[in-house]
């Protein structure tokens, strides 16, 4: 895994508290709408978000946090963000051995929404990622929220980066159209896409099943499930041009 620095005197060692990925910026009707993800490193967590943090994460996105009219922070847990690579994620690669502990099968991370106005987009999508950012959410009580219980519900989303697919009929065997939300994402050439499956309000261990189902639907296609298959795959689409330049 890349090693990702970020040199601050707040920061002695170097290292980022969260890591922004997949920066997708759309217009909206009011100006324009970013969203990305975010993972945290270690001893850090997000609960409900801080202006403070949000600017942070705006200003490593070169947007203008001054313009940033309403935002919004969704916890959810992902095997595309997990500890753990399983089998069903790279059929052809190297299996490693489980810890058996489901958190590490289900990474948490946050969906980030933010609203801003600007006479233009700063960008229109930023690649994969990640982007490290020094930041710390006031409203977090430094106490992990995932506490190892197998009672614990929690927002899964099963996410796949897509490429060409014209047909999705593959997915109405696991899932409702509601279910589905297809991003589309501005690249020079082909047609690529990120699928997030949204499972609410369930036990992580309780639908794992349905959850490998997912990935071997995916897998099988060759589709990427987890952002370490993306990285390796090199041909994922790099940060797209703006009408004003390059990122």
Same mark, same amino acid.
Request: proline fraction near 7%; charged fraction near 20%; include cysteine.
């Given at each position: 895994?890349?090693?990702?620095?970020?040199?601050?005197?707040?920061?002695?060692?170097?290292?980022?508290?969260?890591?922004?990925?997949?920066?997708?910026?759309?217009?909206?009707?009011?100006?324009?709408?970013? +969203?990305?993800?975010?993972?945290?490193?270690?001893?850090?967590?997000?609960?409900?978000?801080?202006?403070?943090?949000?600017?942070?994460?705006?200003?490593?996105?070169?947007?203008?946090?001054?313009?940033?009219?309403?935002?919004?922070?969704?916890?959810?847990?992902?095997?595309?963000?997990?500890?753990?690579?399983?089998?069903?994620?790279?059929?052809?690669?190297?299996? *490693?051995?489980?810890?058996?502990?489901?958190?590490?099968?289900?990474?948490?991370?946050?969906?980030?929404?933010?609203?801003?106005?600007?006479?233009?987009?700063?960008?229109?999508?930023?690649?994969?990622?990640?982007?490290?950012?020094?930041?710390?959410?006031? +409203?977090?009580?430094?106490?992990?929220?995932?506490?190892?219980?197998?009672?614990?519900?929690?927002?899964?989303?099963?996410?796949?980066?897509?490429?060409?697919?014209?047909?999705?009929?593959?997915?109405?065997?696991?899932? +409702?159209?509601?279910?589905?939300?297809?991003?589309?994402?501005?690249?020079?050439?082909?047609?690529?896409?990120?699928?997030?499956?949204?499972?609410?309000?369930?036990?992580?261990?309780?639908?794992?099943?349905?959850?490998?189902?997912?990935?071997?639907?995916?897998?099988?296609? *060759?589709?990427?499930?987890?952002?370490?298959?993306?990285?390796?795959?090199?041909?994922?689409?790099?940060?797209?041009?703006?009408?004003?330049? +390059?990122?």
């Amino acid at each position: 895994m890349t090693e990702w620095i970020d040199e601050t005197p707040e920061n002695p060692q170097n290292r980022p508290d969260f890591l922004l990925w997949h920066p997708l910026c759309i217009a909206s009707q009011s100006g324009y709408t970013c +969203t990305f993800d975010v993972t945290a490193e270690e001893f850090e967590e997000i609960s409900h978000g801080t202006d403070e943090l949000i600017t942070a994460f705006a200003e490593r996105l070169d947007i203008d946090a001054n313009g940033i009219t309403d935002w919004k922070i969704e916890r959810f847990l992902s095997p595309y963000y997990s500890f753990e690579v399983r089998p069903e994620q790279r059929p052809f690669g190297l299996v *490693l051995p489980t810890t058996g502990d489901w958190a590490d099968r289900f990474g948490l991370a946050w969906r980030t929404t933010l609203w801003f106005t600007s006479a233009m987009a700063p960008f229109r999508y930023r690649g994969l990622g990640p982007y490290p950012v020094i930041g710390h959410d006031n +409203t977090w009580p430094y106490q992990s929220s995932i506490n190892g219980s197998c009672a614990q519900e929690e927002t899964v989303i099963v996410i796949a980066d897509c490429w060409g697919v014209e047909d999705w009929s593959f997915l109405d065997e696991f899932s +409702t159209r509601h279910q589905v939300d297809l991003i589309c994402i501005p690249a020079q050439l082909d047609n690529f896409t990120q699928a997030r499956i949204q499972l609410e309000s369930v036990q992580p261990v309780a639908v794992e099943d349905s959850v490998v189902d997912f990935l071997k639907a995916f897998t099988v296609r *060759l589709f990427s499930t987890h952002r370490k298959t993306t990285e390796e795959m090199g041909f994922w689409p790099p940060p797209l041009m703006t009408d004003e330049g +390059t990122i």
